[in-house]
């Protein structure tokens, strides 16, 4: 009967790794995956994982081994390594040693990813003109996350710590795996529903593609576009880009970025206020303190020192347009009454009165017609005689 053995973790990694180097198709192994989580190390070694549609696959590739590629490895690149397979003894964790590695194409996540891109940018999604601005100081912020981890978390903390003011409101969402983007769509419909908030942090922590990939689905991309509330897309990657990033309103790097994007630090606005404050007081202070020299200065001219020597000078000035106006009016009567006695002796000498004065009569009939000829008389006809003094009556012999 086979006796249970004992054995310290170190011991089964190392019994373990012995195994792996004695099956001869490990030692020599070309393996076709797309490239994930690369990262290259200032030591010059390449840490990634190879992966397809159902499966990971750890990878590292040395410094020496990478100096030899023609090509810079990235994320969403599919290619061909080859090496050998052995366990990390430390970690406890299989992966492959690349020796060599060829490009073999785009990753179908990538071709999926950049397919999606191409068509919503076609569709206008993605313009700036249809975005909405976040507000200033919002009064509830809605947060669209997974319940547990450090994103929800760091929001949580940075939200209260820069605006305690604001409300908070926690949908917890699935951030990854199957029925992810589906669940993160249900919450952005529903704080749109109830207008249950002024503007929206969606997102996550980091993460692989495939963990980031609800992300990339087309649902989430039109929710976001659908939605009337401001978003904020917070999914944990800063140098990378989900289609939810294009999308939103507004992209942040790290959800920890969206909290201080979505609501202004208290801090800063107390020190905007007292800003503001010391410089309306030095304004009011400086402006009260010339107010204050120009009332000193007025003080000191005479007009209110000794207010009677304007008077005085004030009625010399109307005493003088007094005279002036006299004599104006003075003026204008003489010239007028010139005038009139002028037109009095003109009218003078044309009046008959004054040739009856002067000796001169004037014969009328009875009807009052003037006798101006001696036909126009008969013998017998009564006339009257005026001269300068009355009238005579006569009749015509």
């Known amino acids: 009967m086979f006796e249970r053995m004992t054995m310290t973790v170190s011991e089964l990694n190392l019994f373990l790794k012995d195994i792996f180097s004695q099956i001869p198709v490990l030692g020599d192994i070309r393996i076709k995956g797309e490239i994930s989580n690369f990262k290259h190390h200032s030591s010059g070694h390449m840490y990634m994982s190879l992966k397809d549609e159902s499966g990971v696959l750890r990878a590292v590739m040395f410094r020496s081994a990478a100096m030899g590629l023609d090509f810079k490895p990235e994320n969403g690149m599919q290619v061909i390594a080859e090496g050998r397979v052995g366990v990390y003894e430390r970690d406890g964790q299989y992966q492959l040693y690349i020796n060599s590695m060829t490009k073999d194409g785009k990753g179908n996540l990538f ?50 710590r820069r605006f305690p003011c604001a409300d908070i409101c926690l949908f917890p969402v699935l951030v990854q795996g199957d029925g992810a983007a589906e669940s993160i769509c249900r919450a952005i419909e529903y704080f749109n529903l109830v207008d249950g908030a002024d503007v929206l942090i969606v997102g996550r922590g980091g993460g692989s593609v495939e963990d980031l990939w609800a992300f990339n689905e087309e649902c989430l991309a039109r929710a976001i576009y659908e939605s009337n509330i401001p978003i904020i897309s917070a999914v944990g990657h800063e140098t990378d880009f989900t289609i939810a990033d294009f999308v ?8 920890s970025a969206a909290a201080e994007l979505a609501v202004p ?26 107010r204050r020299l120009q009332l000193e200065l007025y003080s000191k001219k005479q007009v209110l020192q000794n207010p009677i020597i304007m008077i005085n000078e004030k009625q010399l000035q109307l005493d003088g347009v007094f005279r002036m106006f006299e004599n104006a009016v003075n003026n204008v009567l003489s010239e007028k009454q010139k005038a009139l006695a002028l037109k009095a002796s003109l009218l003078d000498g044309l009046s008959p009165l004054g040739a009856l004065s002067r000796g001169f009569s004037v014969a009328k009939k009875t009807d009052g017609t003037v006798v101006k000829f001696v036909g126009d008389t008969v013998s017998g006809d009564e006339l009257k005689i005026v001269v300068s003094d009355g009238e005579i009556c006569a009749v015509v012999k």
Do not use: C, H, W, Y
């Open 265 to 290: 630090s208290k801090e800063e606005l107390s020190e905007k206020l007292g800003s503001f404050e010391k410089r309306m007081k030095g304004a009011l202070e400086k402006g009260v303190e010339k």
């Open 111 to 160: 071709e999926k990813f950049e397919k999606l891109k191409r068509k919503l940018e076609q569709e206008g999604l993605f313009e700036q003109s249809r975005k909405k601005p976040v507000p200033l100081f919002p009064r509830r912020i809605g947060v669209v996350t997974a319940p547990t981890g450090a994103a929800v978390r760091d929001i949580i903390n940075i939200l209260t």
């Open 248 to 255: 939103a309103d507004l992209r942040a790097p790290t959800p």
